[in-house]
């Protein structure tokens, strides 16, 4: 343990460690209901994935969560860090380097101590046992006109130091490796890349009761084109509403647009696009609170097709969960997502409307590339579930500890 001073902070004792294991403090933050109400995203998902995998990769997970200043709510995941994210990032900024804002002193009386802490979403502070911190991408840095401009310069700076504070960092792809070096100064040397995982349940079909039942409740019929993701600038919604309102009436009649996701950051005038295209009678369905896995997975497993033109992805964690569910897929070509599809998916341009027209077209239409999509999908997704991924992580944990 280091010899570093430490506030005096203990947490209740905790299970003693599985012998021969690692003792891994997790970020849970993004997966704590009281903290999120419910709903996850891409952070979550990722969380909560290597939550319930890390242990079979011989990790002993300590899941903490930085709860807000003042009364904390009641954590269900996991235990409440010793400060706020504000409060210790503070600490960071006027403390000398000497003094850890850590979790290890938060531990105290636990059977055993940490031997790291992995940071899964961003919130990366000082502490005194090794850091490893998840970074999905720099889009705030690299794109700031798709981010939410409060605060955004205080944000990227503190950003760009928690990024170096890590002692390793993990990403998804290669892609992310390129914007990591080049936005936040990280070494290269000290970043390694997990893709991520689909969960196994994602290849077992649904019971087609269960399906008929979502799709009575949200008034859908099987076989249309599927999109999940939060609304936002990035996410490039708007043409695809535009390239579904650009094919041929006869496939919008036969075919509805499902659109799965919160609004988000400066989407009011793509709700009102949708709104306006629901009042003029076109097929389109925006389902905003939907939280249920169960019904997503019914819902991915009823589409025809699952249209993905994102402009920018760190990963892109719908593609996997369409190819384990037998969907065929078309997505943007840019930024990770050719990395992630591996050749599983059609790629179009995401700027060009009438080529996402064109590739929606195919994937109904064309039998055999339909098909061709649907195996290729299938093989990808068993290349990555979240069971390889935690082992992955786990080898990268044994390797920071090594060094």
């Not at 012998?19 to 849970?28: D, P, Y």
């Not at 904390?72 to 400060?83: E, M, N, S, T």
């Not at 994210?85 to 531990?107: I, N, Y």
């Given at each position: ?199 196994a349940e994602w290849f077992e079909a649904p019971q087609p009761a269960a399906c008929a039942a979502t799709l009575e409740q949200y008034g859908l019929r099987a076989g249309f084109f599927l999109f999940v993701g939060t609304l936002q600038p990035r996410k490039n919604v708007g043409r695809l509403l535009e390239a579904y309102l650009a094919l041929p009436p006869v496939l919008r009649s036969a075919r509805q647009l499902v659109i799965v996701g919160a609004p988000g950051w400066r989407s009011a005038e793509l709700v009102a696009q949708i709104k306006a295209a629901q009042q003029r009678g076109e097929n389109v369905v ?118």
């Open positions: 343990m280091s010899q570093h001073s430490k506030p005096p902070v203990t947490l209740p004792p905790g299970q003693p460690a599985a012998a021969g294991s690692l003792r891994v403090g997790l970020s849970t933050t993004t997966v704590e209901p009281a903290l999120t109400g419910g709903r996850l995203d891409g952070l979550g998902v990722y969380s909560r994935a290597l939550l319930q995998h890390l242990p079979g990769a011989a990790v002993d997970v300590v899941p903490f969560s930085f709860a807000p200043p003042g009364d904390k709510p009641r954590l269900k995941v996991g235990r409440a860090l010793p400060l706020s994210f504000p409060l210790a990032t503070l600490g960071d900024l006027l403390l000398p380097a000497s003094v850890h804002l850590s979790t290890q002193a938060a531990l105290g009386r636990l059977a055993a101590p940490l031997d790291l802490f992995h940071a899964t979403d961003y919130r990366i502070v000082r502490m005194d046992v090794p850091v490893v911190a998840t970074l999905h991408d720099a889009l705030p840095v690299s794109h700031p006109e798709w981010c939410s401009p409060k605060m955004r310069a205080l944000k990227n700076w503190l950003q760009i130091r928690a990024a170096r504070k890590a002692q390793h960092v993990i990403t998804g792809s290669q892609f992310s490796i390129r914007e990591l070096v080049e936005c936040f100064g990280v070494d290269q040397r000290r970043i390694s890349v997990v893709p991520h995982g689909v969960r925006w389902l905003d609170q939907l939280t249920d896995d169960a019904q997503l997975q019914q819902l991915y497993a009823s589409a025809g097709a699952f249209i993905f033109p994102s402009l920018h992805e760190g990963f892109g964690l719908p593609l996997l969960e369409a190819f384990a569910s037998g969907v065929p897929v078309a997505c943007s070509g840019t930024s990770s997502l050719p990395e992630v599809a591996h050749g599983a998916a059609l790629e179009f341009d995401p700027l060009s409307v009438p080529e996402m027209s064109a590739a929606m077209t195919t994937l109904v239409r064309d039998d055999a590339t339909r098909n061709r999509c649907i195996a290729a999908g299938r093989r990808r997704a068993l290349e990555l579930t979240w069971d390889v991924a935690a082992r992955r992580t786990a080898a990268v944990y044994q390797q920071v500890l090594t060094q």
